[in-house]
């Protein structure tokens, strides 16, 4: 079982910022990648950036606009999404998601359970 916890979701006022976290633990396992996903009420999961786990390659999708920075810290298999100029239509239940091979085949089949950004006017 391999566990991702996600956090620094919460209410924030348009034009702030956020950072989330999202750190792995359990069984023992490899990390070829992380990324991030939302969803937002009535729509469907869509994909937000990702980052492999050694080099330096970060994807974005087109919702991250340039206002979105994944990062991560091989360390603490933590990786971390910075919001900016967060707007109303960022708000989402944020998802990380973990895929275990190093060259993207196996794709993200550990998930956590998603925090909550909500983005007032």
């Known amino acids: 079982q391999v566990d991702l916890v996600e956090s620094g979701g919460g209410l924030v006022q348009a034009g702030g910022s956020l950072r989330l976290s999202c750190t792995a633990s359990?069984?023992?396992?490899?990390?070829?990648?992380m990324g991030w996903f939302r969803q937002a009420p009535g729509k469907a999961r869509e994909f937000v950036a990702a980052?492999?786990?050694?080099?330096?390659?970060?994807y974005y999708g087109d919702s991250a606009e340039g206002r979105f920075t994944i990062s991560r810290d091989n360390a603490k298999n933590t990786v971390y999404l910075q919001i900016r100029s967060l707007k109303v239509e960022d708000t989402a239940v944020y998802y990380c998601?973990?895929?275990?091979?190093?060259?993207?085949?196996?794709?993200?089949?550990?998930w956590g359970q998603g925090t909550q950004v909500t983005v007032s006017s």
């Open positions: 998601a973990l895929d275990p091979s190093r060259d993207g085949s196996t794709g993200y089949i550990h």
């Open positions: 359990g069984r023992p396992f490899d990390i070829g990648g």
């Open positions: 980052i492999r786990w050694t080099g330096s390659n970060t």
